[in-house]
């Protein structure tokens, strides 16, 4: 073990000789408390009205855990504007009470130990006897920002308490070890599993070098995704209000929402963050995944209507001179709604897009910040495409506890030879509703913090 290793506690894991097993291992230890979720603390994501739903904790936080959930809830203030640095969050104790608490600043601004730290000194110059709750490793490098960790030495604390290590090879426990070095008493993996969950874009993205893909939908029992009327109307929701709360916060919390042109045609979703309880309601950038450019060939009242919310919308198709094998695209510009972008990707693969680095810095460009994490909204055939092309890194499954109607619009998943499974890394009951998360095997690997992977992560980085 190195010393580094030694010191973090981040010791290489032997390698099983079934990796699915290994990974279901590992995917068991990923498992947060029911009140915690890949939202966060999930009382704060749901309105007050709709709280009988929320989960209660499966037992009493100890104090340590208590100060990390509330930094926790301070990093969820700036839920989607700091990507892609991660949304950190910082408290600072002075004999067991909080002096001070700050979040990660929208990208490019502070870090939050130092927006903690700076209103900490405001209200008391000695913070010899102070202790400091951080949901993730200070940084101990220059970026856009100085390094975290000279703040932290130059205030001097009794202690410090840290979720997670930074993955970053610029930090990966040298926050931790410069503490340590200082004297400083550091405590790592308070809350771990919440803060895996929390941090997962960041942390994923960071070791994968591009943007995590999260599918979400909702399902009956039996599978259906598609539910209509008698009259063949439109669809009726699935799931029940906290799980559409909880659904309206994760769509600000990742950078943009896909959905295909059956979707938009069928339902006329606004894809906008509405319900939920967060006071922030950022919308995201909305993406159409129109391959052929259908809405725009024939026009589409419930794509204008989608482009002229609030916040960018981008329709993606396949190259007009380069027909894909599904069907030649023949739409005219003049089609185009206002406010709507429309992006070309090389014909071939319909999906492609969600590899091509000229998309993914063009939809970054809209965003204004690097694209770290797109959430599908997939009606069956495109889930079913993402999931055959090993597409899918995390999914939200939202399972009512109802019948549907009919074998059609049903959901299968059919995983390509060789991909890893989805393992479970989270359940809870959300009313009346059952979510499961699920994350893809080399997700799994790489929170389960495997030092092979952390070192694949060469350059780049946050800042
Ligand atoms: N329960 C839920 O959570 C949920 C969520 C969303 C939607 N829905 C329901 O799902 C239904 C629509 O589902 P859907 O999957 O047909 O529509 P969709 O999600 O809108 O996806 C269809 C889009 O995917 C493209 N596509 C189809 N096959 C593909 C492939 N093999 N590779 C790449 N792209 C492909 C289609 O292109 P072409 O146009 O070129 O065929 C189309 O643009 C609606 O009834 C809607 O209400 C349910």
């Known amino acids: 073990m190195s010393e580094l290793a030694q010191e973090v506690g981040t010791a290489a894991r032997p390698l099983a000789p079934d990796p699915d097993a290994w990974a279901s291992a590992a995917a068991a230890d990923l498992v947060p408390d029911p009140a915690y979720a890949a939202g966060g603390l999930l009382s704060l994501t749901i309105p007050a009205d709709l709280s009988a739903a929320i989960p209660s904790r ?16 301070t990093a969820m203030g700036t839920v989607g504007l700091t990507s892609p640095n991660p949304t950190v969050g910082c408290v600072i104790v002075k004999q067991g009470r909080e002096l001070a608490r700050g979040a990660t600043e929208p990208y490019g601004g502070r870090h939050a130990e130092q927006v903690a730290l700076a209103r900490a000194r405001a209200v008391s110059a000695d913070l010899s006897d102070a202790e400091v709750f951080v949901t993730l490793e200070p940084c101990s490098h220059q970026g856009k920002q100085p390094p975290c960790v000279e703040a932290i030495l130059a205030a001097r604390p009794s202690r410090c308490v840290v979720g997670l290590i930074d993955p970053d090879p610029r930090v990966q426990g ?16 308070v809350l771990r599993r919440e803060l895996q969950h929390w941090h997962m874009p960041f942390l994923a993205s960071a070791e994968l070098r591009r943007p995590i893909v999260i599918a979400k939908w909702a399902q009956t029992l039996d599978g259906q995704l598609c539910m209509r009327d008698a009259n063949d109307g439109p669809q009726s929701w699935i799931s029940g209000p906290p799980s559409r709360a909880y659904t309206h916060w994760l769509r600000q919390k990742y950078d943009a929402i896909v959905v295909g042109a059956g979707t938009v045609v069928a339902d006329r979703p ?4 509405r319900d939920c309880a967060s006071p922030i309601h950022r919308n995201p950038l909305r993406i159409v995944h129109d391959p052929r450019g259908r ?6 009242d419930a794509l204008c209507s989608l482009a002229s919310r609030d916040g960018a919308t981008v329709l993606l198709r396949c190259a007009e001179d380069q027909p894909d094998a599904r069907g030649r695209y023949c739409a005219s510009q003049a089609a185009t709604p206002p406010g709507l972008q429309v992006i070309e990707y090389p014909a071939g693969d319909a999906l492609s897009w969600l590899r091509d680095e000229g998309v993914i810095a063009r939809l970054s460009s809209l965003l ?3 694209l770290q994490s797109v959430m599908v909204e ?3 055939t495109f889930l079913a495409a993402l999931f055959q092309r090993n597409l899918v890194d995390w999914a939200h499954v939202f399972i009512a506890t109802a019948f549907g109607g009919g074998v059609e619009g049903r959901i299968g998943v059919r995983m390509p030879p060789g991909a890893g499974r989805l393992h479970p890394v989270a359940s809870l009951v959300l009313g009346h509703d059952v979510v499961v998360d699920y994350a893809a095997a080399q997700v799994v690997d ?3 913090r495997r030092p092979a992977v952390s070192d694949a992560y060469a350059e780049g980085g946050t800042a």
Do not use: F, H, N, Q
């Open 270 to 273: 606004s894809l906008t963050v």
């Open 446 to 448: 790489l929170l389960a």
């Open 295 to 300: 809405l725009l060939s024939k026009g589409s």
């Open 368 to 370: 204004g910040r690097p």
């Open 174 to 189: 040298r926050g931790v070890a410069a503490l340590r070095r200082a004297g400083i008493p550091t405590t790592v993996g």
């Open 58 to 73: 499966a037992r009493k936080l100890s104090p340590d855990e208590a100060w990390m959930s509330e930094a926790l809830r």
């Open 378 to 380: 997939g009606g069956p």
